[in-house]
């Protein structure tokens, strides 16, 4: 059952194809680290975090912060030994076999998909807010959001514009529509510029008051596995905040002297991204309330339950940052900044579609890369004769996001999400560990420092935010794992090329697929 491993050097042998000018150095992976980070996370789920630990929001970033860079670390080792397609699937297939390698393919899959929906849902409340509203249109309630009976809003039955843009996304992956580097430089930039412009005009308003921070943690540092509430349980939640930090990893190839500048760019970026988002949330706190709504037993109501969605259709919740879909631009909003936080809406409506698109991106090319390697159906690794996309599994994704983002609130599948991605980065400590042991005279560009006590110390932060996690996202991983070691067992194990000895390296059709990552430049063909 564990005895199919994957030679890793025959998956090495397309890196070997290949000639990477090593050009980047420290500044340039911090700034791409940056660039990748600030999203959806920010943007959206500031009001989640605040419902679930208050003030303490800002030592949940902290908490999420640490975690994310002691994983970065152990994926920036085994990306700059085995620098081709399928992420964690991949370097799982070459450490620890097949099987492991389709759980964590399979995680990989639901944790794309799952994110993509929450940041078309997150970019619905802006678009919503920002631009409906600003010409005056009001969205009739039915199309503004799911049902309430699954954490929607009151008289809602579907989200339309989540729905409209998961789609719209779709066929722009399907048709090869790719972004350059300048565009997604530009994006970046109003990203960080309307961040910044939300920390100086917030810290500096009349309206910022200490005594708003108090209590500082409601709902307490560790609210107990499977509440989701508390620092630690808002933690677990905004992990999803920082989605996006190993592109840096994955770049380790590219860069002048790795082992130093590899570590500066991804404990650098992620530091630069903890500090902001410590302020913006802090600006949030400090000037509307960030005190989260109560429930009879004393701790905060669910994100995304039925009843925190009555509580905020009450007029005294109208204004509460808790209760927005467009947190940030809606704090500007009641401060009387209407102009900055059209702003701030207009920059989270420009930059979350690339967001969008690199995640569906992500889930389709780990669709077609075990499908290719004989897991899934050999349908879904068919390209398209005339745009050279994976066509048929980008459709099946985009409908899968699009039904997801049209009536699942952005919390629940923010949750969920993350609960895919801490599996996928313990995997990837795992898998360093294993590789120390079993290939220790492999040529690594990078190595991580003290690995015996950097790699386990990820597995546990990843186990621990895990568990804190609400139990419904903690449920849901296991549930569909267990579909998926029945897909395997049922289909994938019998027709699996490994297992029927063939080892072939397809790298040189991989490549040819479009679109490109945005702002990623080609690695060029073999």
Known sequence: ?????????????TAEKKSLHRSLGWLQLTLFGIGCVIGTGIFVLTAVGAQK??????????????????????Y??????????????????????????WTVGWALIMEYAIAASAVSVGWSGYFTGTIL?????????????????????????????????????????????????????????????????FVAVTLTSPEFDSAKFNPFLPAGVFGGFGTGVGAVGAAATMFFAYVGFDAVSTAAEETKNPQRNVPIGLVGSLLFCTVFYILVAAGAIGTLGGQPIMGATGVPLEAGSVE??????????????????????????????????????????????????VLMYGQTRIFFVMSRDGLLPEVLSRVHPKFRTP?????????????????????????ISNAGTLYAFLMVA????????????????????????????????????????PTAAMLFLPGWSVLGVFVYFLYSRS?????RGIVEVHEAEYAEIEPDIPGVEDRGRP
Not at 168 to 193: D, M, R
Not at 438 to 449: A, K
């Open 1 to 13: 059952m564990f005895g199919r491993v994957k030679p890793l050097d025959a998956i090495l042998a």
């Open 53 to 74: 630990a208050g003030p303490g929001l800002m030592l949940a970033f902290a908490i999420a912060g640490a975690v994310c860079v002691v994983a970065a670390l152990c």
């Open 76 to 101: 920036a080792e085994v990306a700059a030994m085995i620098p081709v397609a399928g992420s964690a699937y991949t370097y799982s297939y070459a450490t620890m076999g097949e099987f492991f390698a």
């Open 133 to 197: 509203g600003g010409l005056g249109i009001d969205l009739p309630t039915w199309l503004r959001g799911g049902p309430l009976a699954l954490g929607g809003i009151e008289g809602g039955f579907i989200n339309l514009p989540a729905l409209l843009i998961a789609l719209l996304v779709t066929w722009l992956l399907i048709i090869g529509t790719s972004e350059s580097a300048k565009v997604n430089a530009v994006l970046v930039a109003i990203k960080v510029a309307a961040l910044t412009v």
């Open 308 to 357: 925190l969605a009555r509580q905020c259709a009450m007029p005294e919740h109208a204004s509460a940052l808790v209760c927005s879909n467009e947190p940030l631009a809606h704090v500007l909003r009641v401060l009387g900044f209407s102009w900055f936080g059209n702003a701030i809406g207009i920059a989270a409506i420009l930059a979350l579609p690339s967001v969008i698109l």
């Open 391 to 415: 066509h048929v599994v980008t459709a099946i994704t985009g409908v899968a996001v699009a039904v997801a983002a049209a009536f699942f609130p952005v919390g629940q599948l923010a949750d």
């Open 430 to 469: 795992v898998a360093v560990l294993v590789l120390r042991r079993t290939d220790p005279r492999r040529v690594r560009n990078f190595r991580v420092p003290a690995v015996w006590f950097v790699a386990p110390l990820t597995v546990i932060g990843c186990v621990f935010l895990f568990l804190n996690l």
């Open 495 to 499: 027709r699996s090329q490994l297992g």
